[in-house]
């Protein structure tokens, strides 16, 4: 991988691979237009992943009405070997922390393809399906709940805000 960051304004990646997805397919790109997506990345043994899951969780249940549409993708961790079976495992955990569909990235496909390092790491994608914001970690949650929600409410039809 590269130490390169994610370019703000890049296209969504295509989120296709080979993995398994839980608790069912990946959200398809006909659902997904028109529509700001959030891409976090996390691993095992990972208190911080933890952590933002639990943020996350949140953010879907307020948001999710008004058209958010939030992806999770396992994401090997460097210092220890990751196989299957413990991708498989953490995926189906952060699913039922957040409640959205999570891949079993144990290759590491799309790390790679977003050229992401670190996790828990977040991507938010507007409308047009453009970066808006990515970070690494924890440490500005307020600035990703408060881009989060630009994203997501600008975009809403008006009757689901009611």
């Known amino acids: 991988m590269t130490t ?26 006909d659902s997904m237009r028109g529509h700001p997506v959030l891409v976090h990345f996390f691993s095992s043994d990972c208190p911080l992943c933890d952590e933002g899951g639990r943020r996350i969780a949140g953010l879907i249940k307020e948001l999710e009405p008004a058209g958010l549409i939030a992806v999770g993708a396992f994401q090997p961790r460097r210092d220890i070997a990751s196989s299957l079976e413990d991708a498989i495992a953490e995926s189906k955990r952060q699913c039922r922390i957040a409640d959205h569909p999570c891949v079993a990235d144990a290759a590491g496909e799309l790390s790679q393809r977003f050229d992401n390092e670190w996790w828990p790491a977040y991507f938010i994608f507007d409308v047009a399906h453009r970066l808006r914001h990515y970070q690494m970690g924890n440490g500005a949650m307020e600035q990703l ?8 409410l600008s975009a809403a039809p008006r009757e689901s805000l009611d």
């Open 145 to 152: 709940d408060s881009v989060l929600r630009e994203c997501t």
């Open 4 to 29: 390169a960051k994610p370019r703000l304004g890049s296209a969504l990646p295509s989120l296709a691979c080979e993995a398994p997805w839980f608790p069912n397919a990946p959200p398809d790109t």
